[in-house]
């Protein structure tokens, strides 16, 4: 027979809320009626609790809810909340982002805060909960489960599932010192790496990268027609044009990335090249030709400068693997990965004494603050210059 239930002994007048202990859960239950939902059927929530006040509270705390416009479910947990937004959340995002946030991110809020009421969640739940993570990724990494669970909430404060977003209250800790650090290339080592790239399918790349600072997204979604001469005052693509002229460049429009744009707008720039990539590029063009005729059939034209043997888009995961014989060729060893060419590059130009105002326009940054954060073991200190000279007055 089943456990029976013991309702209150006064009777409930209509839309009063009622209270009733249930044996079975060993706990007492609430119920509340909030109307009728459009298919004509009665909208009950139920809470539960070890007496009746705690109920009573929760029916207050139910009925403030729905008096604030919410509308909140029964067991919509933080787990729920982070599923609805990465269901509609990540539309124009990249594979490795994506990735990313279904994976490592989600994964640690979920074991931290995943089986929580999104109605019960305080900011210090949050904070106690980033604290974890921190003390086992990097900071970069809890800044981004910041953010994801910042951006859950506010979908479901944006459904009425929730009144106020707490996440967006906690400023999150710093993480671990993580990852490996970049490093650049010595111009010794720069100069052992294109010896070793000479002759291979990626000469170009390693030339372009090193002496352009283009990323290495940018670079693998180059395209023909960006490659360019200044003929009789204008760009024409080299495929027109040639590139015997005194000037070629790139334009840096693309990038291997979600919607195809680049990093950011400042990003977008135009590059003049150096005669040593333009050599590289031309021998480039004349190889890939061969790929084309040796394909037959099979080769897809992308447009792409840097293509598989089919002329397919190169994934990134072979670019490195390629780059890593080249390395270990070049006697630099296996740690290194193509976007330490582009440290290699601010690292040589600012040895050289190029102002950091220049070097960030040619990184694509919209700012030097940015050039100086990401690349700040790559420039070289200003604060030296004050030094020098009193050296040179006093002697």
């Known amino acids: 027979m089943a456990p029976m239930t013991q309702a209150t002994s006064r009777r409930r ?17 609430g119920a509340v009626s909030l109307g009728f939902s ?3 059927t009665r909208i009950r929530k139920k809470v539960t609790g070890r007496t009746k006040t705690e109920v009573r509270d929760k029916l207050r705390e139910l009925h403030r809810q ?32 994506v990735t ?8 640690a809020l979920r074991e931290e805060l995943g089986s929580v009421r999104l109605t019960d969640l305080t900011a210090a739940d949050v904070q106690k909960a980033l604290t974890s993570i921190a003390s086992r990724v990097s900071t970069r990494t809890v800044q981004i489960a910041h953010n994801v669970l910042v951006r859950a909430i506010r979908q479901a404060e944006r459904d009425d599932l929730v009144g106020r977003n707490v996440a967006s209250l906690v400023k999150p800790p710093k993480g671990q010192g993580g990852g490996r650090p970049s490093k650049s290339l010595t111009l010794e080592q720069a100069v052992s790496l294109m010896a070793a790239a000479r002759g291979t399918r990626l000469e170009a790349y390693i030339v372009l990268s090193l002496l352009s600072g283009v990323r290495t997204e940018e670079a693998r979604a180059l395209r023909w027609d ?53 050599e590289a590029l031309r021998e480039h063009w004349v190889r890939q030709a061969e790929d084309r005729l040796a394909a037959g059939p099979l080769w897809q034209d992308h447009g792409l400068v840097f293509a598989s043997a089919v ?15 080249i390395t270990e060729d070049a006697g630099l060893g296996t740690g290194w990965v193509p976007r330490e060419m582009r440290h290699t590059f ?14 960030a326009l040619l990184a694509g940054h919209n700012q030097t603050a940015t050039t100086e954060l990401v690349y700040r073991h790559q420039i070289v200190p200003a604060l030296t210059r004050g030094a020098e000279v009193m050296d040179q007055i006093f002697g």
């Open 38 to 40: 459009p298919a004509g």
């Open 311 to 325: 002329g397919t888009p190169m994934d990134d995961h072979n670019v490195r693997r390629m780059f890593r014989v």
């Open 13 to 29: 007048g209509q839309g009063e809320d009622s209270i009733y202990w249930d044996s079975s859960k060993n706990r007492y239950i």
């Open 346 to 359: 601010v690292s040589l130009l600012s040895a050289r004494g190029v102002p950091v105002e220049a070097i």
């Open 226 to 278: 960006h490659v360019v001469a200044w003929v009789s005052g204008q760009w024409v693509p080299v495929a027109e044009a040639g590139f015997d002229h005194e000037q070629v460049a790139v334009f840096v429009w693309r990038a291997e990335r979600a919607g195809g744009d680049t990093k950011t707008p400042e990003s977008r720039r135009t590059l003049a090249l150096p005669r040593k990539c333009v």
């Open 100 to 107: 990313l946030y279904r994976g490592t991110i989600a994964k």
């Open 66 to 97: 729905v008096a604030g416009g919410l509308r909140p479910r029964r067991r919509y947990t933080v787990d729920d909340a982070l599923e609805d937004w990465l269901a509609v959340g990540l539309d124009g995002l990249s594979t490795r982002t």
